[in-house]
């Protein structure tokens, strides 16, 4: 027979069932009465008449009701009329009946048939290949056709039932589009406005656990997770970190060789050394003499342990017990920003010319004001004028004791050399300058005016001697006490104006800026200070820049610059911008260390004096010469 | 010797030879002649020799895009990162020669100034004289003044050769005018000025002989004519106190006088130009100053940052040539107004450099505190040839003053030798 597809009509199915299950072959026409009926069955369907077949009767009985998809359904809620439930029914073996029914009558066991019987019956009975056997009833059951076609879809490995659709089309309630009308009517509930009182109070348990670090985020658990390192040889930051209040109990010091009980030869004092122990012993410096002992057995008791452990627990009990912060700051920040030197030029900072004649230390020096000429004195008797450009020595003066100081008349039109030697004071006319220089010059020397009305009991004022006064000699001083008293005077109001403290021991000199407002002073204690009169009384700043005394500070007259020179032969060049608004601090910044020339005698460069008009510094050195830098 | 070759390989480069000396640029050819990377300038100068078939073999320097070839050709090309296949033009000069000492004649004491001309050499000294030889090396005349001679200068004939007349400028502020004669003992004091209320730094006579002018530490400039009898007035010098004869002196009495310097007046300057009757000087105040000598103004002003001790005009080109404190000698545009008027800095001395002279259009000659006279080509920045004015075991001797007149370069100074060099200017 041709296969042809399933499901279509009633007789196709039952052809295949044919296939299925020949031993029931014979009985085909039987089949086919039965197929007549069920397409009776078929039309009578909608129908509600039962009467024409008891198999069918039972079959539309358990296939009517409509199964309620709920828990109900099951099939052991099907209607029997047996009611002992769902129990082996070997127990109901011995006895005559196999149950109860609803009203509690016994159930009677069928009679058994023998073989006989059940061959005849199945020779008789056309349904017998359909009939089963129901133990619990106690009946035999004929299967309907329905019951058939199940157990037939099941042999196929389809759906039971025949109209399932295992795919029906769904229904997307749930859409990605906007429906116009919401899935239920419902209004919206007010606990859709109101905030949860649960869901905060979840919330703050969450947080309170967040804050108190019981809940951990991922990172950190993941840290947790990490076996955990010590950095056992650095461990001293972190043991500060731990526990900052902890102070580390002061060390012992280890044990050396010293200490050993058979310490190498070298280690082991000579007699006098011993000796030197025992007496520091008594001093309680030493505790023990180094001994050396065969062997560990033969160590005796250490006599001083008590002393030793009670110095140990003095240690521990006057070990500081404050903690001292240090202050982290960078140094560098507390340096001030300071130009550099290279934007400050012109300032002098190399040797251009030597002055060379003196033989002994040169004590002072003075630049004339048109800068032309240069004065030095010094220990050996002498004075001398100097050609600046050329280092040629032009005039040079004896005299019979040391020349402590020489200085040029500031006037420009004059030319007066004033030189102190000893106890006098001599005031010459070099004879350098022009001749209308010199005219005017010695034309003030010629008034008789202050020949005898300056005269002080302190000192004598006399005119020189023919023969000096052709050397230039002009006028000599004689002092006599002077060495005890020096008077300043405020030639304008005649009172002390201001007293400054400088804080150091012994000032040496004192220059005063250009401009009147500034001061600066050397002394011998290596400082200079620099004074601002508006400021304070007190130094503005104070510089430490030499290594010892310092002997002359000066001003330039016309650059921003100042200088000082001392004993450990150095002359250094700062330099000192005043402003002139009252807003700005003087700006000082050293620029050049000037090492003049080696100290002899502990006498250094012992002074200094700039140019009038050109960034230049003369400087005596050690060695009797005078230096020019620019 | 193949291997040496192949490691080494001679690389050569194509020179055209050019020249101005017109003895020798009809003789040059024109062409590119291959020549090896590695000749110096003497190789260089074999070649030049060879093709110009010279006898006498002279030697040359050559001068690439306006510099002197101090290396060798190839080290040139690798500084200027130019190719070897590239064609230089190479320009040959003769060579300058190193100045010979002829003579070395003993002054009693330092020499502040040297001035030379045809006739005669005048060194100023600090013992207060004034010394003039003839070129032979004898001393004609011994001038005897009151204070150092600071400045010399020879005057101009009429005719523009020499003249016997010479100005004596000292530090007491006098400036003194003294005929001379080459062949008896005889001078004679023609006049003197005494305007300048400083001593007198420096002392020039213009182009054409008319005009001289002194600086002085004053800070002025004073100019005179030169004519003997013009504004002069009968006077004594009456401070000398060497020459009491009484006899009467002309004083002359400064035409013009220029203020504008603020600090001393070190070294002044005639401009070369024929024409212009402009002033050059230079002072402690930093500047050079450019003045116009009729109308007593000051024309330009020039800063640098230190003091200017002498100056010189190039004759030929007119740069300026300055020497500083500073140790430099710096080289002048005075044609430029604006921007950078230092064309160059040269550096050399380990002292001041207190006297520039300028011997042609390129070299220059200057002398410095720290003894050495250094001949200089503004092509090239390191001096050709530095010489030494002083024993190698003696400190350094200053040198104050030096003159070039006729291949002869004169200089004088610490030493108290007047030096006379011969060169090949």
Not at chain 1, 271 to 293: A, G, N, T, W
């Amino acid at each position: 027979m041709p296969k042809r597809k399933l499901l279509k009509n009633e007789e196709q199915m039952d052809n295949e069932e044919i296939e299925i299950l020949p031993e029931i072959i014979e009985s085909s026409d039987d089949e086919e009465d039965h197929d007549n009926d069920t397409e009776n069955d078929l039309t009578e369907h909608g129908n509600t008449s039962f009467d024409e077949n008891d198999e069918n009767d039972w079959y539309y009985n358990h296939k009517r009701p409509d199964i309620i998809p709920d828990y109900n359904s099951d099939t052991s809620d099907e209607e029997t009329e047996n009611t002992v439930g769902n129990i082996p029914l070997e127990w109901y073996a011995d006895f005559d009946h196999i149950g109860y029914n609803v009203s509690g009558n016994k159930i009677l066991k069928p009679a058994s048939k023998d073989e006989l019987d059940k061959f005849v019956d199945s020779m008789d009975n056309p349904n017998s290949w359909k009939t089963v056997f129901n133990e619990l009833e106690g009946k035999n059951v004929v299967l309907s056709k329905g019951d058939l076609e199940i157990m037939r879809r099941i042999q196929r490995n389809e759906y039971p039932e025949k109209d399932f659709n295992p795919f029906p089309n769904s229904v997307e309630w749930f859409s990605s589009k906007l429906q116009i009308h919401p899935l239920s009517s419902a209004p919206e509930p007010k606990s859709r406005f109101t905030p949860s009182k649960w869901e905060a109070k979840k919330i703050m348990k969450i947080v309170r656990a967040i804050r108190n670090g019981w809940i951990k985020s991922v990172e950190e658990k993941k840290e947790m997770q990490k076996p955990k390192q010590y950095a056992i040889w650095d461990d001293v930051k972190d043991e500060e970190k731990l526990d900052k209040m902890h102070i580390p109990a002061p060390k012992l010091k280890l044990p050396g060789n010293n200490e050993s009980y058979n310490p190498p030869n070298e280690y082991l004092p000579t007699r006098e050394e011993e000796e030197q122990i025992l007496k520091d012993m008594e001093e309680d410096k030493l505790l023990f003499v180094p001994k050396k002992y065969d062997s560990l057995r033969r160590v005796p008791g250490f006599e001083r342990f008590i002393e030793d452990r009670f110095d140990r627990c003095l240690d521990l009990y006057l070990c500081p017990r404050t903690i001292k912060k240090k202050i982290n700051v960078d140094q560098e920040s507390l340096i001030p920003k300071l130009p550099d030197p290279k934007d400050l030029q012109p300032f002098p900072y190399t040797l251009s010319i030597i002055y060379k004649g003196h033989t002994g230390k040169v004590r002072s020096l003075s630049v004339d004001p048109n800068g032309h000429w240069l004065a030095t004195g010094g220990d050996d008797c002498s004075v001398r004028v100097w050609d600046i450009a050329t280092g040629r020595s032009m005039k040079e003066y004896k005299f019979e004791k040391n020349v402590v100081n020489v200085s040029w008349n500031p006037s420009k039109s004059l030319s007066v050399l004033s030189i102190s030697v000893g106890s006098q004071i001599i005031i010459l006319n070099p004879g350098v300058e022009t001749d209308i220089v010199n005219r005017a010059t010695n034309e003030i020397f010629n008034l008789e005016s202050f020949s005898e009305s300056k005269k002080l009991p302190e000192a004598i004022w006399r005119k020189p001697t023919e023969k000096e006064f052709n050397l230039g000699f002009r006028v000599i001083i004689d002092f006599k006490k002077t060495q005890r008293y020096v008077r300043v005077y405020d030639m304008m109001q005649q009172k002390l104006v201001k007293k400054l403290m400088s804080g150091v021991k012994l000032i040496s000199s004192m220059d005063i800026h250009p401009q009147g407002d500034n001061l600066i002073i050397g002394s011998f204690d290596k400082r200079l200070c620099w004074f601002d009169m508006d400021l304070s009384s007190k130094a503005y700043r104070t510089l430490r820049y030499h290594q010892a005394a310092i002997r002359e500070v000066k001003f330039h007259k016309k650059y921003p610059l100042f200088g000082s020179c001392g004993d450990d032969g150095k002359l250094n060049i700062f330099h000192g911008m005043v402003y002139n608004d009252l807003m700005h601090n003087p700006l000082i910044v050293p620029l050049k260390s000037i090492f003049v020339g080696k100290t002899e005698d502990g006498l250094g460069c012992l002074c200094f004096d700039f140019h009038p008009s050109q960034p230049w510094v003369f400087s005596s050195s050690g060695d009797c010469e005078v230096k020019l830098f620019t | 010797m193949t291997s040496s070759i192949a490691t080494d390989p001679i690389t050569s480069v194509q020179c055209i030879f050019v020249t101005k000396n017109l003895l020798y640029s009809s003789l040059i050819p024109t062409n590119p002649i291959l020549i090896p990377t590695k000749l110096r300038r003497f190789g260089l100068s074999e070649i030049i020799n060879h093709v110009l078939n010279l006898e006498k073999k002279i030697p040359f320097d050559f001068i690439i895009n306006d510099n002197v070839l101090t290396t060798s050709l190839q080290t040139y090309l690798k500084k200027y990162e130019i190719s070897n296949e590239n064609v230089l033009t190479l320009e040959f000069v003769e060579s300058l020669t190193e100045p010979k000492l002829e003579k070395a004649m003993k002054s009693n004491d330092w020499i502040k100034c040297i001035k030379a001309n045809n006739e005669f050499i005048a060194t100023g000294s600090f013992d207060h004289r004034t010394r003039i030889y003839n070129h032979s090396g004898d001393l004609l005349h011994n001038i005897e003044f009151e204070s150092v001679v600071q400045s010399l200068c020879w005057l101009k004939d009429e005719s523009g050769i020499a003249s016997s007349v010479i100005l004596n400028g000292n530090q007491s502020g006098i400036v003194e005018c003294w005929k001379v004669k080459p062949d008896e003992m005889e001078k004679e004091l023609v006049f003197f000025c005494q305007d300048a209320q400083g001593a007198i730094e420096c002392l020039d006579v213009n182009f054409d002989g008319t005009l001289f002018a002194s600086a002085s530490f004053d800070s002025s400039i004073h100019i005179y004519s030169t004519d003997k009898d013009d504004n002069t007035l009968d006077s004594t010098l009456d401070q000398s106190k060497r020459r009491k004869t009484g006899k009467i002196v002309k004083k002359k009495i400064a035409s013009g006088t220029l203020k504008g310097h603020h600090a001393s007046v070190s070294s002044l300057n005639f401009s070369k130009d024929q024409h212009s009757n402009t002033l050059f000087s230079v002072g402690w105040d930093h500047t050079v100053r450019e003045w116009d000598v009729n109308e007593e103004s000051n024309k330009n002003t020039m800063n640098c940052e230190n003091v200017i001790l002498n100056i010189s005009q190039s004759p030929k080109t007119g740069l300026l040539a300055t020497g500083h404190t500073d140790n430099l000698v710096r080289l002048w545009d005075p044609r430029v107004k604006e921007g950078l008027v230092v064309k160059l800095k040269l550096k050399s001395h380990s002292g001041w450099s207190s006297c520039v002279s300028w011997v042609n259009a390129y070299n220059l000659v200057s002398g410095g505190y720290d003894g050495f006279l250094k001949v200089w080509d503004i092509r090239s920045t390191s001096p050709i040839y530095s010489i030494k004015t002083f024993d190698n075991d003696s400190d350094p001797k200053k040198i104050f003053g030096l003159d070039i007149l006729d291949q002869r370069l004169y200089s004088g100074g610490e030493e108290g030798l007047l030096r006379t060099y011969f060169c090949t200017f």
